[in-house]
C-alpha cells in the first residue's frame, strides 16, 4: 500500500475509535474538528493529494473520500446515539443550593416526659420501665386493689386476655421494680397508659410518670420535699404545693398534689375555678401491704410513690385547654413546641 492510502487508513482508524469514545456533544465535535475540520487530518490528506503522480491520484482519491464519508456517518451515529435534550435526564446543576429535607422535633408530649424524669434524675432517681400489656396481678392484684374494686370493671379498663389488660397506669412498675431489687429503691417510671375514657381532659391512651422511694426512715415530709424540689423545676421556682387527704389502694395515707395556679398563681380564675390551685398528681406513704407481695421488711424500710399525669403536666406548663390537641397530630398544633 502507498504511503498515503496508509495515512489515509490510519486517521480513518484514529477517527472511529475516538467516535466510538465519545460520551457527550463536546467531546464529538472535537473528534470531528480534528479529523474532518477544515484543518482536520482526513481534509489535509485529501488536499495534499494533489502532489501525487496523476496515475496514483484516482484511487487515492477515492480512499480519501470513502475514509471521510465514513468517519461523517460515524459521527452523524454517534450524535444521534447521545441522550437528547427533550428525552434524556435533566441536567443537573450542582450549584444549586440543595433542598432541606424536612426535620421534625420531639412531641410536646414526649418532651415533657423527659422534663419531668429529668427533675428527679437529679434529685438522685433513677428511671425504670414496664410493659405496656399487663397482667392483672401486677396492675391491680400486687397493688393492694380489693376483688370488687370499680377500676377493675371493663368498663374502665381494656382488657386483652383473661387477666392480661392495657395497664391502666404506671403503678405496676413500683411491684416489678421491688421484685427485682433490693432497698433502696428510688425510681421514676415513665410511659403509656390506657384507660376507657375519652373527652376533653381524657384520652384512652395517656402518659404518667410513677415515682418510688422506699429507703431506711423515708417520712411523709420527704414526699412533699421532693414534691415541691419538683414543682420548682418544672413549672417556675417557688411554686407552693398543697397536700389534700384521698384514697389509693397502694398508699396509705394518700394525698392529692395541688399545684398554686400556673395563670393566676393562687389569687383565683377561670383555670382554676377560682379556687386557686390545681390537681397535679396523686401520692401517698407505700401501703405496707405491697411489701408482703415483693418480700420487703414493713418493719425495717418505708417509701412513698407517686403518679404525675405528664398530659395533664404539659396541660397546665402550655396553657393547652383540650387533651385531643395532644394527640391528633396536627402540626400547625406541634410547630408551636
Ligand atoms: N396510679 C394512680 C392513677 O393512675 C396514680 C397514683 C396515685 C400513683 C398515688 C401513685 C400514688 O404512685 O402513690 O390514678
Not at 487530518?41 to 501525487?52: D, F, K, M
Not at 379498663?157 to 429503691?185: A, C, W, Y
Request: proline letters at 7%; aromatic letters at 8%.
Amino acid at each position: 500500500m502507498s504511503d498515503v492510502l496508509q495515512k489515509i487508513e490510519d486517521a480513518k482508524r484514529d477517527a472511529l475509535e475516538a467516535l466510538a469514545g465519545a460520551c457527550d456533544l463536546g467531546v464529538l465535535e472535537k473528534v470531528r474538528i480534528e479529523f474532518l475540520g477544515t484543518r482536520g487530518r482526513l481534509t489535509e490528506l485529501a488536499r495534499s493529494l494533489g502532489s501525487l503522480p496523476p496515475a496514483e491520484r484516482p484511487a487515492a482519491g477515492q480512499a480519501a473520500n470513502r475514509a471521510k464519508a465514513e468517519v461523517a456517518g460515524a459521527h452523524k451515529a454517534a450524535l444521534g446515539s447521545l441522550p437528547s435534550k427533550k428525552t434524556g435526564p435533566p441536567a443537573l446543576d450542582v450549584t444549586l443550593p440543595g433542598r432541606a429535607p424536612g426535620r421534625g422535633h420531639e412531641h410536646v408530649v414526649g418532651r415533657t416526659m423527659d422534663e419531668i424524669c429529668q427533675c428527679f434524675a437529679k434529685l438522685g432517681f433513677s428511671i425504670a420501665l414496664g410493659p405496656e400489656v399487663e397482667t392483672d396481678y401486677y396492675n391491680f392484684e400486687a397493688l393492694n386493689f380489693p376483688a370488687d374494686h370499680p377500676a377493675r370493671d371493663m368498663q374502665d379498663t381494656l382488657f386483652v386476655g383473661d387477666k392480661l389488660l392495657l395497664r391502666t397506669h404506671t403503678s405496676p412498675v413500683q411491684i416489678r421494680t421491688m421484685e427485682k431489687n433490693r432497698p433502696p429503691v428510688w425510681i421514676v417510671a415513665p410511659g403509656k397508659t390506657y384507660r376507657r375514657d375519652d373527652d376533653v381532659t381524657h384520652s384512652p391512651m395517656f402518659c404518667q410518670v410513677e415515682g418510688l422511694a422506699v429507703d431506711k426512715g423515708i417520712t411523709m415530709a420527704d414526699l412533699k420535699g421532693v414534691l415541691t424540689a419538683f414543682a420548682a423545676d418544672f413549672f417556675s421556682p417557688g411554686t407552693k404545693i398543697r397536700l389534700r387527704p384521698s384514697f389509693f389502694p397502694f398508699t396509705e395515707p394518700s394525698a392529692e398534689v395541688d399545684i398554686a395556679c400556673v395563670l393566676c398563681g393562687g389569687r383565683g380564675c377561670r383555670l382554676c375555678k377560682e379556687t386557686g390551685w390545681l390537681e397535679l398528681l396523686g401520692s401517698g406513704m407505700v401501703d405496707p401491704a405491697l411489701y408482703g407481695f415483693v418480700g420487703y421488711d414493713p418493719s425495717e424500710v418505708s417509701g412513698f410513690a407517686f403518679g404525675i399525669g405528664v398530659d395533664r403536666a404539659a396541660m397546665l406548663k402550655y396553657g393547652i385547654s383540650n387533651i385531643r390537641h395532644l394527640y391528633e397530630g396536627d402540626l400547625r398544633f406541634l410547630r408551636q413546641f
